[in-house]
């Protein structure tokens, strides 16, 4: 039975670039994907745009590249990656550029584009979910709406030959179904497999998340070398029947328990996880560890994709102002509430109303609230104030009032830090499927 | 007996919505969680962190269940004023639950 090897090179869009390569040198892959694309990363990279029409996709996409190029094309491995972003055409040319430097003329790239759907969101003046507002009621300002599309470009780009396929908002999954489509022809609406494959997909997204990253408890669930964590391989069969395991020799591990984490990540209802290429039902899914570090998956299912598609709609929302002081030893945790006490006082006093403000006492009850916590006063506490607010001015009062703390608060207050960030907010919508163009553009020189 | 002797968990996070699966590390202890792990003590585990409602969806033949809380995350990671955004911490919390 004919069998394919598909590599995971990353799980987001800052992760580790060396797993990667060991997976091009030594992973024996028929493909690599690189999953790069949260939710509101596509937020950010459309403010990028904004700024400069050349940039928008993924800041360390050369410097993968760079790290991958050679040893994929020396070992025949095609890439398909969502590190396009919000400019999928620049990621494409910035990659025909690192090619040509490496001296391969031949290496072809295929764009995948469509995703980008704001001027259709407003002429069909869609409701957002969150805000149930419709887009001409609201009065935000909009940086991004793009429509997670599925496999149909990615096939498509793949069989034009293409040595590296990149695209935007592409739904995470795709990018693993779209090799198994195109090498084992399977119909797009033989639901059983893009059911299978979307759960093979599902597992390898978020790379070394099966492979024992975000899975080690010391002395309950040990995890050998995560510092040299290896990322995942599904063996994947014309079923669609799959081995999940990882280069020998790596870091990490590959268990049962790992791929039953995982496959319950980000996932609501078990039986209807909805892409925009079927609805997936991993509730029936079973896991054998086959031997060390190979597990086998099987037991996906799915039925008919539904008629619309998933917009993410991201706007700019004001600001979050963070201000932080530590204090130690002896009536620690009295003296740090002390602190955040004072800075709501000083709000008062100054006239400041922030839309929202928390005061936290890491160590103490800044993660769940008070009521987890035990009664002993902890060596040291960290005062935490966070704000959201309108203007980037407020917002930058916040630290600047806790660093006040230093000479007008408690006693032995140290190591103060201060930060801004502007609020991209999500909403989302749904869109009629017939409202998006998927365009595959293979750049030639 | 604490829940963390005889299952692990995984937080996972989408817009403001938070999920954690339960899972029993042996099969045998499966029921005994899915007995004492309800969604109204979940719900309860999280009183004043979750706002919306607590789903609890059962799959037994990897022996887990999967916890959906609405209204989980501070408005979503984009916005929360939260130290940890996502909610990542969350599954600690949880398996930190008292079991009999």
């Given at each position: 039975m004919k069998k394919i090897r598909i590599g995971s090179g990353a799980g987001?869009?800052?992760?580790?670039?060396?797993?990667?390569?060991?997976?091009?040198?030594?992973?024996?892959?028929?493909?690599?994907?690189?999953?790069?694309l949260a939710e509101r990363t596509i937020a950010i990279g459309q403010k990028q745009k904004r700024q400069n029409s050349e940039k928008g996709y993924n800041e360390l996409l050369e410097k993968r590249m760079r790290a991958v190029l050679m040893n994929c094309y020396q070992n025949d491995i095609r890439i398909l990656t969502n590190m396009g972003a919000a400019n999928p055409l620049s990621a494409g040319r910035a990659v025909q550029r690192i090619a040509k430097e490496f001296g391969l003329h031949s290496f072809k790239v295929a764009v995948v584009t469509g995703d980008d759907v704001l001027s259709k969101l407003q002429a069909l003046d869609l409701t957002l979910d969150e805000a149930r507002l419709p887009i001409s009621k609201f009065d935000k300002d909009i940086v991004s709406s793009n429509a997670y599309i599925g496999v149909e470009g990615l096939v498509k780009a793949l069989e034009s030959g293409a040595n590296m396929v990149i695209a935007g908002r592409v739904a995470d999954p795709s990018l693993f179904l779209a090799p198994m489509i195109h090498e084992f022809g399977w119909s797009l609406d033989d639901w059983t497999k893009m059911g299978r494959g979307t759960c093979i997909g599902h597992l390898l997204e978020c790379a070394g998340q099966i492979t024992g990253g975000y899975f080690s408890d010391p002395g309950v669930k040990d995890v050998a070398n995560l510092a040299r964590l290896g990322f995942p391989i599904a063996e994947v069969d014309e079923e669609g029947n799959a081995i999940i395991t990882k280069v020998e020799g790596s870091g990490g591990t590959v268990r049962e328990a790992t791929c039953k984490e995982q496959l319950l990540y980000e996932?609501?209802?078990?039986?209807?996880?909805?892409?925009?290429?079927?609805?997936?039902?991993?509730?029936?899914?079973?896991?054998?560890?086959?031997?060390?570090?190979?597990?086998?998956?099987?037991?996906?299912?799915?039925?008919?994709?539904?008629?619309?598609?998933?917009?993410?709609?991201?706007?700019?929302?004001?600001?979050?102002?963070?201000?932080?002081?530590?204090?130690?030893g002896v009536n620690s945790a009295v003296r740090g509430q002390l602190a955040l006490?004072?800075?709501?006082?000083?709000?008062?006093?100054?006239?400041?109303?922030?839309?929202?403000?928390?005061?936290?006492?890491?160590?103490?009850?800044?993660?769940?609230?008070?009521?987890?916590?035990?009664?002993?006063?902890?060596?040291?506490?960290?005062?935490?104030?966070?704000?959201?607010?309108?203007?980037?001015?407020?917002?930058?009062?916040?630290?600047?009032?806790?660093?006040?703390?230093?000479?007008?608060?408690?006693?032995?207050?140290?190591?103060?830090?201060?930060?801004?960030?502007?609020?991209?907010?999500?909403?989302?919508?749904?869109?009629?499927?017939?409202?998006?163009?998927?365009?595959?553009?293979?750049?030639e020189d | 007996m604490k829940l963390h002797e005889i299952a692990h968990s995984r937080t996972g996070d989408k817009g403001n919505i938070s999920n954690i699966s339960v899972i029993a590390y042996d099969m045998e202890n499966y029921h005994q969680i899915k007995q004492s792990v309800t969604a109204e003590r979940v719900k309860h585990c999280f009183s004043g962190i979750v706002e919306g409602d607590v789903v609890r969806y059962e799959l037994p033949s990897i022996g887990a269940l999967n916890f959906v809380m609405y209204q989980a995350l501070g408005g979503g990671v984009t916005r929360s004023l939260a130290l940890d955004i996502h909610g990542k911490s969350l599954s600690s919390a949880l398996l930190d639950l008292d079991i009999e």
């Open positions: 987001y869009a800052g992760d580790r670039i060396e797993p990667a390569v060991e997976l091009a040198q030594k992973g024996g892959l028929d493909y690599l994907v690189f999953e790069c996932i609501h209802r078990p039986d209807q996880y909805i892409t925009p290429d079927v609805v997936a039902d991993f509730s029936q899914v079973t896991f054998q560890q086959m031997d060390i570090d190979r597990v086998a998956v099987k037991g996906a299912m799915g039925t008919a994709r539904t008629d619309s598609l998933k917009v993410s709609v991201g706007y700019t929302d004001g600001f979050i102002g963070e201000g932080e002081i530590s204090y130690a006490d004072i800075v709501k006082e000083r709000f008062a006093i100054c006239g400041f109303k922030p839309l929202e403000a928390r005061y936290d006492l890491i160590g103490v009850n800044a993660l769940h609230g008070a009521k987890h916590s035990t009664e002993n006063n902890p060596y040291e506490v960290r005062a935490r104030v966070a704000v959201r607010c309108t203007t980037r001015e407020e917002a930058l009062t916040v630290g600047d009032e806790v660093e006040t703390l230093y000479t007008n608060g408690p006693a032995g207050g140290g190591g103060v830090m201060k930060s801004v960030k502007e609020v991209l907010a999500m909403d989302s919508t749904l869109i009629p499927r017939d409202q998006i163009q998927v365009v595959v553009t293979v750049l | -």
